[in-house]
């Protein structure tokens, strides 16, 4: 089925979670209707030219022959297309040739994005991280040659962190960055998994790449960052040589096939350093996080992707005596349309945790108090990792469900429900494993201020749930919902009170905890948001019902998973299990 681009859900998403107010201060120009012209003119053009795109990628993906990377069929013309359209500045700084938009419209386009095809989001995708880093702490030579060029789209960006024996422990690094005696850097290694690392879509391409200077301390604070673009730049902006580095090959993979990954060669590369000598991991982490909410929003994308195909097949398919529906299409079984209610709901939760992630992130920056600034940015901490796992967990839930409404058929290559699954399976993998993601909610996130970022938020989620007790029709999600904010002040305070291992036992249940509470209480806020009589507007309703019974009355019990403890993990051994 074709791809239709979810504009209403998103800008009724980006209303309810405090966007117009942002707006209204920083952005006063920035009016409903434009807002809604932007979406409505990003999902055309994901419509028309990104979706028809998914299947061939995924059937003839990108190519590697003599040391060079060929982007899937008709790949690079929509990238020419999408730069050409303004797509890739949206919310860049107006200094160097961007938009100057919230980050949060950002997500909400390249939620359309990735929807219409995750392949190829994922290379303008790295990109905004790389200008994020730069613009933090770039040179001013790289500031003035290389960020306008990323901004605009011409050149694109990468993130080169992976090595063969240094995947998730990045104190393992050993890429080498010798000085050149001109101020520079020759880099050598090799790096691994390095997503859209080589292709023919843009003139050049940045790699930003971790590395260790000859007297870099061990471990992760012997780590610098490097500029090292595929060609080099002379001063006057212009492109120079190709540089010593080259693609050894590109992975074949489950999904994404459209997404070149490639492993990256640096042999002797030139390189500039960015920011502070070893402290590449510190400046790091600023495109990691950005790219963190982003891969978040790709689990909402996917899932909007499968969602819509098995609504659709299931009103196409007929299969035996449906309770209600006349002509037996497969919509009218009470299973089938509990699924695809709780996929919906599933989806609008994710994507108002990430939309709120991203205001959050705005606020941070442009709030005129500084306190509210403050605030903001230790929410967005907070709900980072959230953001990220729990949605890409609920990318693949909801993709792994459209396959099951599809039956035997979604086993199938030939209808495409497979591949929503395939592409979604990575998202909980790459940009730090939802594991890592949970280690970091427990162990740093909650910790950062004994607790209080996440009470407040507790206490804004308890507040929503007393307005939901008391609106006729949703009693019981309010109800639910002060259940699962209780389970989750329980599972906090435990948190709080247990260190190390056993606290780290918990931490993928408190996160799943945190993520479903916080994705009632946003359909909560949609529920009392939506005044409209059209069906469309009664149904947010009908969702956050849908969700209380079948998502937040397991609160309880998550909570008790959390508090379990350590010991029975601690105990078991490898001939115990099977080995």
């Known amino acids: 089925m074709s791809f239709r681009a979810p504009t209403r859900d998103l800008a009724f998403a980006l209303k309810t979670v405090g966007h117009a107010a942002l707006v209204a201060e920083a952005f006063p120009e920035l009016d409903e209707d434009t807002i809604a012209a932007v979406l409505d003119a990003a999902g055309a053009f994901t419509e028309e030219?990104?979706?028809?795109?998914?299947?061939?990628?995924?059937?003839?993906?990108?190519?590697?022959?003599?040391?060079?990377?060929?982007a899937a069929p008709g790949f690079a013309e929509a990238y020419q297309a999408f730069v050409a359209d303004g797509w890739n500045s949206l919310s860049s700084p107006q200094e160097y040739g961007g938009q100057g938009l919230t980050k949060a419209m950002e997500l909400a386009v390249f939620e359309m994005v990735h929807a219409a095809n995750m392949a190829f989001g994922l290379c303008p995708m790295l990109t905004q991280g790389a200008i994020e880093a730069l613009h933090l702490h770039g040179t001013e030579r790289q500031k003035r040659l290389v960020l306008p060029k990323l901004v605009s789209g011409e050149w694109t960006g990468t993130m080169n962190l992976t090595e063969p024996q240094a995947g998730s422990d990045l104190a393992a690094v050993a890429a080498r960055a010798e000085p050149d005696g001109e101020g520079g850097y020759r880099l050598t290694g090799q790096k691994i998994f390095i997503t859209w690392g080589d292709h023919d879509a843009a003139e050049n391409i940045c790699h930003l790449v971790l590395a260790r200077l000859p007297d870099a301390p061990p471990g992760v604070k012997g780590i610098s960052l490097f500029l090292a673009p595929k060609r080099l730049v002379n001063e006057d902006g212009s492109l120079g040589a190709a540089n010593d580095l080259r693609p050894g090959s590109i992975e074949h993979k489950l999904g994404i096939h459209a997404s070149p990954t490639c492993v990256m060669l640096f042999e002797g590369a030139r390189a500039e350093l960015v920011g502070t000598a070893n402290e590449g991991l510190a400046h790091m982490f600023v495109m990691m996080n950005a790219a963190r909410l982003q891969v978040g929003v790709q689990g909402v994308a996917i899932a909007e992707r499968a969602y819509q195909q098995a609504l659709a097949y299931a009103q196409e398919r007929r299969q035996g005596r449906a309770a209600w529906a006349?002509?037996?299409?497969?919509?009218?079984?009470?299973?089938?349309?509990?699924?695809?209610m709780l996929?919906?709901?599933?989806?609008?939760?994710a994507r108002g945790i990430c939309l709120t992630t991203g205001v959050l992130?705005?606020?941070?920056?442009?709030?005129?108090?500084?306190?509210?600034?403050?605030?903001?940015?230790?929410?967005?901490?907070?709900?980072?990792?959230?953001?990220?796992?729990?949605?890409t967990d609920v990318g693949v839930e909801v993709a792994s469900m459209g396959v099951q409404i599809h039956g035997g058929m979604g086993f199938i290559e030939e209808t495409g429900?497979?591949?929503?699954?395939?592409?979604?399976?990575?998202?909980?993998?790459y940009e730090g494993t939802n594991g890592i993601q949970a280690i970091d909610l427990i162990g740093r996130k909650l910790n950062m201020d004994g607790g209080a970022t996440m009470d407040a938020l507790c206490a804004d989620m308890a507040a929503t749930a007393r307005t939901l007790s008391a609106t006729a029709g949703l009693e019981t999600v309010g109800a639910?919902?002060?259940?699962?904010?209780?389970?989750?002040?329980r599972a906090t305070d435990w948190a709080l009170a247990h260190k190390g291992p056993e606290a780290l036992a918990g931490a993928t249940p408190y996160l799943k905890l945190a993520g479903d509470v916080a994705g009632g209480w946003i359909l909560g806020l949609q529920a009392l948001a939506a005044t409209g009589e059209d069906a469309w507007s009664r149904n947010k309703a009908a969702l956050a019902r849908v969700y209380a019974a079948q998502v937040l009355a397991q609160a309880p019990g998550l909570a008790e998973a959390v508090t379990a403890g350590a010991a029975d993990l601690e105990a078991a051994t490898p001939e115990a299990m099977g080995a």
């Open 361 to 391: 992130s705005d606020l941070g920056r442009l709030a005129a108090d500084d306190s509210v600034r403050a605030t903001a940015r230790a929410r967005q901490e907070l709900l980072t990792p959230i953001a990220k796992a729990w949605s």
């Open 417 to 429: 429900a497979a591949q929503h699954y395939r592409d979604a399976r990575i998202a909980p993998i």
């Open 343 to 349: 996929m919906k709901a599933r989806i609008e939760a």
């Open 49 to 70: 030219k990104l979706a028809p795109l998914n299947r061939i990628g995924d059937q003839q993906g990108a190519t590697y022959a003599n040391g060079k990377v060929t």
């Open 326 to 340: 006349a002509d037996g299409a497969i919509w009218g079984h009470p299973d089938v349309r509990r699924s695809l």
């Open 480 to 489: 639910r919902l002060d259940a699962g904010v209780a389970a989750l002040e």
